[in-house]
């Protein structure tokens, strides 16, 4: 149950049963009870004070590794796209950056300054704060080897600073102090040059481009490659691209894509998830885990 909360004070914005189809990459998932943008980090901490103990909340970016089911998610989501979007330089090495900024956005204002290390940011689709969630990474880079501090909000809307080591962090995976969520990040970058920079940017984007299925909606990778091999790998081995189920379609340019083809539902989706974990245990005796965030309720 939404509390009654004092909208007047609040400057963000907010809507009641939006639907998050709207909030992801893959376009699936039901409606969320609250949604709430914050105007800002002030703004965010007073709508925090204001929300009821036992208020169930959820942290939403760009929505880019994250199944919300068909029948939604009856609490509150706090959405920081677009809006805890405030950076700069704290020394001429480190970026301080809010959790709502993209992470394309990072990768820029870091080339443009003529500095490395975080291009590979650059096609990561979401922004910082989920990139901290997730420990994203892509052609050997990392979130985490880049971060030396960061900001934490809980409910109450108290902010703590916090180092690397108050978290366990691995691939695809971190892990923290609980009741906890990421506010910005101070990120180290390494001397370099625009040019350098700009170049690589483009680089990577291009080798994304000719091996994923960039334009058509998925979560990207919905599974973590198993140690020593590679899901996609085992995927195709399987004999799983191009599986259909309703609008839901294992890809064929990258067999670690679920692509969603116009009407899939977020049961299509989670169905073919089950179904090549399935087949490809079945194949190779590998049991695949699941990279992609899973929310909500089944309708
Ligand atoms: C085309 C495509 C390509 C992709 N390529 C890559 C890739 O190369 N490498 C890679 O690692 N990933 C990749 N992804 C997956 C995804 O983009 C990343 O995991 C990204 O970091 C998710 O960020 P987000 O803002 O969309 O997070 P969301 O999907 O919104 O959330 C993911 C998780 O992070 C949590 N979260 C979000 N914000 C916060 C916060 N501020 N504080 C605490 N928790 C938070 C959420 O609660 C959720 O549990 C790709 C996805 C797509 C669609
Ligand atoms: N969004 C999505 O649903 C998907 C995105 N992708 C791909 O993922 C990557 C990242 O996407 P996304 O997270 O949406 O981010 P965007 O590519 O939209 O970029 C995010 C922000 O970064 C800034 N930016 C981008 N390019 C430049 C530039 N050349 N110079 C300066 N600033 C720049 C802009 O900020 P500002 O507005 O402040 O100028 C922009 O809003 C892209 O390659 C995209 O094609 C792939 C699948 C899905
Ligand atoms: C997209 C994501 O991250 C991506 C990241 O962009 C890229 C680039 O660094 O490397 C990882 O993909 P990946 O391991 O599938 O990398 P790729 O180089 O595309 O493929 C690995 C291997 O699988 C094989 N492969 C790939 C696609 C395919 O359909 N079939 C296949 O057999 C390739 O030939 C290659 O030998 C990340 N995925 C994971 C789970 O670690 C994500 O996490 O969402």
Known sequence: ???????????????????????TTWRVGGPVSCFYRPADREDLVRFLHQLDSDEPLFWLGLGSNLLVRDGGFKGTVIA????????EWRSDRLLY??????????ARIAARAGLCGVEFLAGIPGTLGGALAMNAGAFGGETWERVVRVETIDRFG?????LPEDFEIAYRQVRGPSGEWF?????????GDVDAA??????????????????????GSVFRNPPGDFAARLIEAAGLKGRRLGGAQVSEKHANF????GDATAR???????????????????????????IGDSS
């Open 1 to 23: 149950m939404m509390p009654a909360l004092n909208q007047q004070s609040l400057r963000g914005e907010m809507r009641f049963d939006e639907p998050l189809s709207r909030h």
């Open 80 to 87: 920081t796209k677009g809006s805890l979007v405030a950076s």
């Open 97 to 106: 950056a809010e959790s709502g900024i993209a992470c394309a956005k990072v």
């Open 158 to 162: 108290e902010v703590r600073s916090r």
């Open 183 to 191: 506010l910005a990040a101070e990120l180290e970058m390494e001397a």
């Open 198 to 219: 700009q170049r690589r940017i483009r680089q990577l984007l291009e080798r994304r481009a000719a091996t994923q299925p960039t334009s058509q909606p998925s979560c």
């Open 258 to 261: 679920i692509i969603n083809t």
């Open 268 to 294: 299509d989706i989670e169905m073919l998830i089950a179904e090549v974990q399935r087949e490809v245990a079945a194949q190779s005796g590998i049991e695949l885990t699941t990279e992609v965030h899973r």
